[in-house]
């Protein structure tokens, strides 16, 4: 009786390959929290005066206007520097899920949906928003991941 043998083949990433991939991961990620960052700095008055619609942080909108641009710059300057880009996109993939959470929690409970994310992102819906949202936890996640295999 003959048998029969499968070869199973996988497709590996070779190391620079994934080292290119988590760098072009972290660049876009940068790119999104200091656009994100600029466009709430430079209309301040605007992002504080829509935090400050919301209900649940009313009393904490002159304080979250200020902490959330930082933390997306703080972010940003993690994942550029080499040494704590995985701290970067740990603190990137956790705001970033903050971000989503907040907006679903708006969809569920909030009789009134007010936008103030700023530039091109306050132009999508709030469902197209945690898509978006969700999409982007998901490359973070992969960059994670594709580091924790890295044996550089």
Not at 106 to 127: F, N, Q, R, Y
């Amino acid at each position: 009786m003959e048998s029969l043998t499968v070869k199973k083949t996988s497709y590996r990433l070779s190391e620079k390959a994934k080292e290119w991939l988590i760098f072009s991961i972290c660049l876009i990620c940068i790119f999104l929290f200091l656009y994100a960052a600029y466009s709430k700095i430079a209309d301040h008055r605007r992002f504080e005066n829509g935090l400050s619609k919301v209900a649940l942080i009313r009393s904490l909108a002159s304080y979250i206007a200020w902490i959330v641009p930082l933390a997306e710059i703080l972010i940003s300057t993690l994942l550029i520097i080499p040494r704590t880009y995985k701290l970067g996109l740990s603190a990137f993939v956790g705001l970033m899920a903050v971000f989503t959470v907040y907006i679903i929690s708006m969809l569920l409970w909030a009789t009134k949906l007010p936008c103030h994310c700023g530039g091109v992102i306050e132009k999508l819906s709030w469902i197209q928003h945690v898509w978006f949202n969700l999409a982007f936890i998901a490359i973070a996640v992969f960059a994670l991941w594709l580091s924790r295999s890295n044996t550089n």
